[in-house]
């Protein structure tokens, strides 16, 4: 129980993962690491408690991070940056022999010819090509532990383990009800990952064709979201959890669709059209600047909005197949509502119900009930023992057999 933890970020992800790492006893230190000290202090501020401290460190800089890890002793490096940065902060973890923890994978580049159709670099394609490096070190790197992917892949494994003999589909679905006062358009995640993930060509697997892409925003399904929060137009959008999945679990079909809301999707459209998505810096008044950056900076701080927001965001997983010769189809989730999280936490719903997987995932490793090396999804894991303690920390998760209609 002297697990000692960096985490690398200190926007609403990263302050969320400190506040539900503050409530449990299993770890000695936890540093909380931004390029801004002062913001990593103002994400600290709530948390009475001296295995705490903020620091400076520029995630950018892989040897920076090494050393950080290795002058505070550090085990294991939480990744709660945006995940362009993932190279620089996963190679630093390997440098200094940490284990590592990511929400968000490595970056895709799509097919250069036919983007729409087939795959180029996957998601996470960079990490699981060292992952020999990690097996042979000794260290785990456990890749795309957040909710989405992250407790996703966590119900997938518990359907194919304990409800399904055969499984068809897997689809990770994402909805909410969730309204911000004061703003047209303010969204409660990075805008940076938004971007990216929203425009990429969206991935779908399957076993006789693999990994396949399609155009943005395609395929639109009608889900219904537990909880008051109903009927959500779905939209396929690219995530971890379809490259994921398939490496670990027996299926047919990997998708993941979720709710943007037509006003959502051209805005996003919007700024494909003008070059204000682009990640590449442009020259400005002498000045080279990403336009996304830009974009994010027009925007308010999602760790901002939880006093404005009001609403649920559900998370979860629908899976299709047969158990005892018959056929089957539930929805495993997790609802956040901001009220509530608010209210116990302080922080706001998208970010609390992020935030709190991987500080889950932290505990069990460190008391050895999820152990390995390597690259690994969370679906390569036991899933009883990190379901039952996110019901110990009162956040309850939902199993909805629905009837069939495939």
Known sequence: MSQRILVVGSGA?????????????????????????HRAEHALRAIDDERFAAAPLDASDAEQIAQLARAERIDVIVNAVDPRLNPPVFHGAFAAGCDYVDMAMTLSTPHPERP????GVKLGDDQFA???????RGRLALVGMGVEPGLSDVFARYAADHLFDDIDEIGVRDGANLEIEGYDFAPTFSIWTTIEECLNPPLI??????WFTTAPFSEPEVFVFPDGIGPVECVNVEHEEVVLIPQWIDCNRVTFKYGLGDEFIEVLRVLDKT??????????R????????VVAAALPDPATLGERMTGKTCAGTWVTGTKDGARREVYLSHVADNTETMGRHGIQAVAWQTAINPAIALELLATGLWQGVGVLGPEAFDAMPFLDALSERGESWHLDDRTPTR
């Open 116 to 119: 729409h159709e087939l795959a």
């Open 275 to 284: 070059g204000l998505a682009a990640k590449e810096p442009i020259r400005v």
């Open 130 to 136: 060292v992952a020999d490096e990690w097996e042979q």
């Open 286 to 293: 002498g000045v080279e600047i990403a336009p996304r950056d």
């Open 13 to 37: 992800v990263g302050g969320g993962i400190a506040t539900a790492l503050a409530q449990r006893p299993f770890f000695e230190r936890c540093v909380v690491a931004d390029l801004d000290e």
């Open 205 to 210: 697997w399957e076993r006789e064709r693999g």
